[in-house]
């Protein structure tokens, strides 16, 4: 109604906070999270410059020096940030709008390990994590998914997928997809591993923390996965979320129609 800008001088980084708090309404944690991360090399080069200050040849040199791998989500996430600035009348264009073409790195060639690479994997890995490099990858479920698995999710030949990692250390019933909420079999082989756990009283968690509280997934990866990847002799390309695709490759190459 005034015609103009709103007279109002924010640095990036406080409107990025600004953002943030109204993104986080409707968002899950995970995503916002995810956010927060790819903010955090724009906060550190732009973060106490004034929003009318940003400057397109300066964004471009920047953006220049980025590693490829995190280039396309951190330039996007910057972008998607300065788009809100300008939709709320902070700005009347988007400096970072102008630098180019926000290209996505090349899709990586998934890698599919054979049995006997996921039992020497298993092999690797302490009690009760060795039962779960088979049971994911025999399932095809996501981490998220495997490490938050109960034991009353276990039933006979049947394994129920109920809730997922929230990313904040705890789990939540899946809500956001409802396709995941659901139940896949058991392999044999998923099914003897899981009847040789040791029980335990102290959590419901068939693969908790050393504290019994649930893994985040990216301590999980680093602090339990890595190692036994590096000391089984796998590429070092192969991550928890590969027995996934081992399973799912299994899975159709035996003819199963369906894969979710």
Same mark, same amino acid.
């Given at each position: 109604m005034r015609g103009g800008l709103v007279d109002e001088r924010l640095t990036l980084r406080e409107f990025s906070e600004r953002y943030l708090a109204r993104f986080q309404v409707d968002r899950s944690p995970a995503t916002v999270k995810s956010l927060g991360w790819r903010l955090a090399r724009p906060l550190a080069e732009f973060g106490d410059v004034q929003l009318s200050d940003l400057r397109t040849g300066e964004i471009a040199g920047w953006e220049a020096t980025l590693p490829p791998r995190f280039r396309h989500d951190v330039v996007r996430a910057l972008r998607q940030v300065l788009d809100a600035a300008v /939709?709320?009348?902070?700005? %009347?264009?988007? +400096? %970072?709008? /102008?630098?180019?073409?926000? =290209?996505?790195? %090349?899709?990586?060639?998934?890698? /599919?390990? #054979? +049995?006997?690479?996921?039992?020497?994997? !298993?092999? #690797?890995?302490?009690?009760?994590?060795?039962? !779960?490099?088979?049971?994911? !990858?025999?399932?095809?479920?996501?981490?998220?998914?495997?490490? %938050?698995?109960?034991?009353?999710? =276990?039933?006979?030949?049947?394994?129920?997928?109920?809730?997922?990692?929230?990313?904040q250390g705890g789990t939540k019933a899946r809500g956001k997809m409802r396709r995941s909420l659901r139940t896949v079999p058991l392999p044999s082989r998923a099914r003897q591993a899981l009847a040789e756990l040791p029980p335990r009283l102290d959590t419901r968690l068939l693969f908790p923390a050393p504290s019994g509280a649930p893994w985040d997934a990216c301590n999980f990866r680093r602090r339990e996965f890595k190692w036994a990847r590096e000391a089984g002799g796998l590429d070092e390309a192969v991550t928890p979320y590969t027995l996934r695709h081992s399973g799912i490759s299994w899975a159709l190459a035996a003819g199963i129609p369906k894969v979710t």
């Open positions: /939709a709320w009348e902070y700005l %009347a264009r988007n +400096p %970072a709008r /102008a630098t180019g073409k926000n =290209v996505r790195p %090349a899709v990586l060639e998934r890698i /599919a390990l #054979e +049995p006997s690479d996921v039992d020497k994997l !298993a092999g #690797e890995m302490r009690s009760p994590y060795d039962v !779960a490099i088979v049971v994911g !990858a025999w399932t095809y479920l996501r981490p998220s998914e495997l490490l %938050a698995l109960e034991r009353g999710d =276990v039933d006979g030949n049947v394994l129920h997928v109920r809730r997922t990692l929230d990313g």
